[in-house]
């Protein structure tokens, strides 16, 4: 059974640098064609992709953030970690990991199991 | 960047009624497809991928189809459980992009 589970601060100053925090089990990351990918919802908006690392540590980042954004994973604490620098209150969000499967067939490239999402609030 | 477009952005529609949602794709995304249900509150949940394959524990009553730039996701006898918003993903590049959203609402 694939869980996953952010964690991190709800609360954020701007400027400040946002470390989020996956923990997940039932699966490892360093089987091949596995990832782990960061998605955001800030309230009442639609879904936005963030940033993704697969089992051999290619990573790859919204164009947009990338200046901003660091993703890392310690394979054995079976963690990923998410960094965001010079928050903003636009970031005002939740924060989703979430499983990229091997990719099983043909044109299979999904999210198939999401985190709870953590709350991430940016405020003076 | 390839966009995403969805319509409608929501409708209301009775139980046992066929639903169709649209997600158009900006370019050619062949048939890098992926569905997902969101409850309010809730995380997202993966219905299709590969634009038509139902993903496992899913009700057989959600179905997708498409490829190249035009998918639908239909419904085929909506039940009071599937109210939620709707959302469409492109995993052609992996500057994956998602849909606007449909708001799905139970008469």
């Known amino acids: 059974q694939i869980t996953l589970k952010e964690s991190g601060p709800t609360l954020v100053k701007p400027t400040q640098t946002l470390t989020l925090t996956c923990t997940f089990s039932g699966f490892s990351l360093s089987a091949s064609g596995v990832g782990v990918g960061w998605i955001r919802q800030p309230p009442g908006k639609a879904l936005e992709w963030l940033a993704l690392?697969?089992?051999?540590?290619?990573?790859r980042y919204r164009p947009s953030l990338k200046s901003r954004l660091t993703i890392t994973k310690d394979t054995s604490k079976k963690q990923v970690v998410l960094k965001m620098t010079n928050m903003d209150p636009v970031d005002t969000a939740t924060y989703y990991c979430?499983?990229?499967?091997?990719?099983?067939?043909?044109?299979?490239?999904?999210?198939?199991?999401w985190g709870q999402g953590a709350l991430v609030t940016v405020s003076s | 960047d390839i966009q995403m477009t969805q319509s409608p952005s929501s409708l209301s529609a009775s139980v046992g009624d066929r639903v169709t949602i649209t997600c158009r794709a900006s370019q050619s995304i062949s048939r890098y497809l992926n569905w997902y249900q969101q409850k309010p509150g809730k995380a997202p949940k993966l219905l299709i991928y590969?634009?038509?394959s139902l993903q496992s524990g899913v009700p057989s009553r959600f179905s997708g189809s498409g490829s190249g730039t035009d998918f639908t996701l239909t419904i085929s006898s909506l039940q009071p459980e599937d109210s939620a918003t709707y959302y469409c993903q492109q995993s052609y590049t992996t500057l994956y992009t998602f849909g606007p959203g449909t708001k799905l609402e139970i008469k």
């Open positions: 979430a499983h990229r499967p091997f990719p099983h067939g043909n044109y299979v490239d999904c999210f198939d199991y």
């Open positions: 690392i697969y089992w051999n540590d290619d990573k």
């Open positions: 590969a634009a038509s």
